[in-house]
């Protein structure tokens, strides 16, 4: 798993996207992440709330203002962490650092009595079944971890492992952070930051750092039954440790997947624009822009529809008959743009896919075997 989860991150690190579409892939993966660092927790903002605050357009009432400042927090972190670590800037790991982490994490939020950000506990606590480290024993504790994750055993002997390392030491740090818990709040959205500083620092691409705050969130009552069953185990940490890896690889694939439908995307656009090269006829553009058109719905549209799928269709056809419709179609359909059926017409994006490199579909050979 940690060798595809190596593949993959490498391979969504080099793919290359337009501008826009990159942009939009790491905005959305940072709501996503930054939403389930504090889901977790219990914040209840969903994913359109968290990029309306990114946007600044957000409109919470009063009573509801605070879950924004525990997301701004978390967005203001890992965009701090991201460009210290661009910067060759980045914190060696040290008990001063975890506290740092954990100062962003509370700023500016209602605390309980006894609890500072940044500060260590000066009470003894429980962790859903376990109970964490004495408080006097955790910044020694705090030292110790930050030598441990920075010594010899995790340092990497191959630049082709890289990937690999980090991620075992990342969750690694969680693991034991969450093990000494040495704040009085926060200490688990410190964890998952702690773990994305890693797997930045290791390399891996912005979209893919939030995928383990993600896959917490997504198995939260598994996430919580794997600490509870590693804090008694006397010290395993191989079922964690898988349970971490499966769910990175498994958001991987999916994110591997989202990339290739964004370039298929591209791709398609691209095709259409030269099947109509670099026309001047209004015809031709009209007929352009509708199969573009077409191309964003993401079923089959019936023909009396097509006059008013978007804005400019709208425009175009405003002074327009039917027939110049039924003309427009006819001939988008002989260059082989669309296919009709009673469902209604779709773009015929499987032209593309036709130039991917051949190999036997094994599960539609079972199924036609089945």
């Not at 905005?27 to 939403?35: D, E, F, H, M, T």
């Not at 191309?295 to 027939?323: C, D, N, W």
Request: net charge positive; hydrophobic share 40%.
């Amino acid at each position: 798993m940690l060798g595809e989860c190596q593949s993959k991150c490498e391979h969504i690190a080099g793919v290359p996207l337009t501008p826009n579409i990159a942009g939009r892939f790491h905005r959305l993966y940072l709501a996503k992440g930054a939403l389930a660092t504090t889901a977790i927790e219990g914040n209840t903002l969903s994913e359109e709330e968290v990029l309306k605050s990114m946007d600044g357009t957000l409109r919470l009432p009063p009573s509801r203002e605070y879950l924004e400042r525990e997301v701004r927090n978390i967005i203001e972190a890992f965009q701090k962490i991201f460009s210290q670590a661009l910067a060759g800037l980045l914190p060696k790991l040290n008990a001063e650092a975890f506290m740092s982490l954990n100062r962003a994490v509370l700023h500016n939020l209602s605390l309980d009595e006894g609890v500072s950000p940044g500060e260590i506990r000066e009470h003894s606590v429980g962790v859903a079944r376990y109970r964490g480290a004495p408080h006097a024993d955790c910044r020694y504790l705090l030292d110790r971890l930050g030598e441990w994750l920075d010594g010899p055993e995790f340092a990497c002997p191959d630049p082709n492992l890289r990937v690999a390392f980090g991620v075992i030491k990342a969750i690694l740090a969680h693991l034991y952070l969450a093990w000494i818990h040495p704040f009085g709040d926060g200490n688990g959205r410190t964890a998952r930051l702690v773990e994305f500083q890693i797997l930045v620092s290791y390399g891996v691409a912005s979209p893919a750092v939030h995928l383990l705050s993600n896959h917490y969130n997504l198995t939260r009552s598994e996430y919580y039954r794997q600490l509870d069953r590693a804090s008694k185990s006397g010290g395993d940490v191989m079922p964690f440790i898988k349970y971490a890896v499966q769910g990175l690889l498994d958001g991987l694939r999916e994110q591997v997947a989202e990339i290739r439908q964004y370039q298929l995307e591209i791709m398609w656009s691209n095709h259409v624009h030269e099947v109509f090269g670099n026309t001047k006829s209004a015809a031709l553009i009209r007929r352009r822009n509708l199969v573009l058109d077409i191309s964003k719905h993401s079923g089959p549209i019936r023909f009396s529809q097509l006059r008013e799928i978007s804005p400019r269709t709208v425009e175009a056809y405003r002074s327009k008959t039917m027939m110049t419709v039924k003309r427009d179609i006819r001939a988008i359909q002989e260059a082989g743009l669309i296919v009709r059926s009673k469902a209604g017409i779709l773009p015929n994006k499987s032209i593309i896919e036709a130039f991917l490199p051949d190999r036997l579909d094994f599960a539609k050979i079972k199924a036609s075997v089945g």
